[in-house]
């Protein structure tokens, strides 16, 4: 059977929340959130590096374990998992934009402003619904942009892992750097930060993206390797060499605003020194036993269960309650959205996406019940 990492769930959960406060605190009254020691736990664009990294590991495994399911069969399962939950976050979305938007809120800041905007029309929600063709993706519900690249990358994904495990690890490096240079190069000429491309779901940033999963699979591949190899080390060690991943992981971005002036050379630094972080993080996940002993804590448990959902559904809930209240009750309803998110998070998970996960394993049960016959045949 297919070995599980709880613990990378629960990191999965502990990176939606970061999403969350990174939401939070680009809200005027809770800016305060963006400055050290709290900007660690606000780096939502970290936290998506993350998620990249760990759906690159967690696909691979899925691709090489003991089920190996077909190309068909992966790809019906990601479009249930990923593509009906994006549908119904979309659907709420734009209905409680249609509820609930008057006007611009002059308390909030310039993010919901540009979240939420006078003259969203039905051809916005159409293009939403498109999906995987170019749309700009920052209105109705800011996080979709993400959920793009990886529907985008999931398509591909068996070929990259086809790549990864069949290749020394130079070339995966390599072909997945190359990559991503040649989408620097694309947008360094054009003069255009990597994120504006981005939450516009132009195809170019797919290939850096790319880079992420890669990354994921790589040390999927070699976790057994990696694990023994660290089990040599002194678990101070490696304690130290956490809370270095964690730094770099919730302060790259502070730093390298003030070190890089280049707008569109920091938008792809960024993501290259939070990406060798990030690898450390999940690396020591798996190797650590404290740290992951930490992470296996049950509450943190469930939060990567209903990460996905956390991380869809948010936004809409945040939103939803600030035009509610409009300019009235300013303090009180970021609380109440606050209280709010989890309980919707939960109700999302139970209602969308544990039914479209079942959906996708209905619809495949058949391929896989014959190719197990044909795998009995003498």
């Known amino acids: 059977m297919t070995t599980r990492y709880h613990q990378l769930d629960s990191l999965r959960g502990i990176a939606a929340v970061t999403v969350v406060f990174s939401h939070y605190s680009q ?4 800016r305060w959130m963006q400055h050290v ?33 077909g190309f ?10 990923i593509y009906i939950p994006y ?32 003259g969203m029309t039905r051809q916005d929600l159409l293009n939403h619904l498109y999906f ?48 991503s240079l040649a989408a620097f190069g694309y947008y360094h000429h054009l003069q255009k930060p990597l994120m504006d491309a981005s939450i516009q ?6 290939l ?39 730094a770099l992981y919730g302060l790259v971005g502070a730093m390298n605003h003030h070190v890089v002036s280049n707008d569109v050379v920091r938008s792809f630094a960024d993501d290259w020194f939070v990406l060798p972080a990030v690898a450390g993080i999940l690396i020591l996940a798996i190797s650590l036993k404290p740290f992951a002993a930490i992470l296996t804590a049950r509450p943190l448990i ?34 109440i959205a606050a209280m709010l998110i989890l309980p919707v998070s939960i109700a999302g998970y139970y209602a969308v996406e544990k039914p479209s996960i079942r959906l996708g394993r209905s619809l495949t049960r058949t391929k896989q019940r014959s190719r197990a016959a044909m795998g009995a045949r003498p």
């Not at 990886?150 to 190359?178: D, H, Q, T």
């Open 302 to 335: 469930f939060l990567g269960q209903i990460s996905f959902s956390l991380y869809l559904l948010h936004c809409i809930v945040l939103l939803g309650v600030l035009h509610y209240f409009g300019e009235t009750y300013r303090g009180m309803s970021l609380v």
């Open 208 to 246: 850096h993206y790319i880079s992420m999963f890669v990354l994921g699979a790589l040390i999927a591949r070699y976790r057994v390797v990696i694990t023994a190899k660290l089990a040599t080390f002194a678990p101070r060690s490696l304690v130290g060499a956490l809370m270095i991943c964690l």
């Open 72 to 81: 068909a069969e992966f790809v019906v399962k990601r479009v249930c998992r």
């Open 201 to 206: 779901g132009e195809w170019m940033p797919t």
């Open 132 to 179: 995987l063709i170019p749309f700009s993706n920052s209105t109705l519900d800011p996080v979709l942009w993400s959920l793009v690249y990886e529907m985008r990358i999931s398509l591909i994904f068996p070929i990259l892992v086809v790549v990864v495990f069949a290749m020394p690890p130079w070339f995966s490096i390599a072909l997945s750097g190359g990559l």
């Open 27 to 30: 809200i005027t009254p809770t």
């Open 87 to 118: 549908l119904i976050a979309v659907l709420a979305a734009y209905a409680a934009y249609c509820i609930f938007y008057r006007s611009n809120l002059s308390w909030t800041g310039e993010w919901v402003n540009q979240a939420w905007h006078a």
């Open 37 to 69: 020691p709290w900007r660690i736990f606000t780096e939502g664009h970290s936290a998506v590096i993350l998620f990249f990294a760990l759906s690159g590991f967690a696909l691979a495994m899925q691709i090489t374990g003991d089920s190996k399911p």
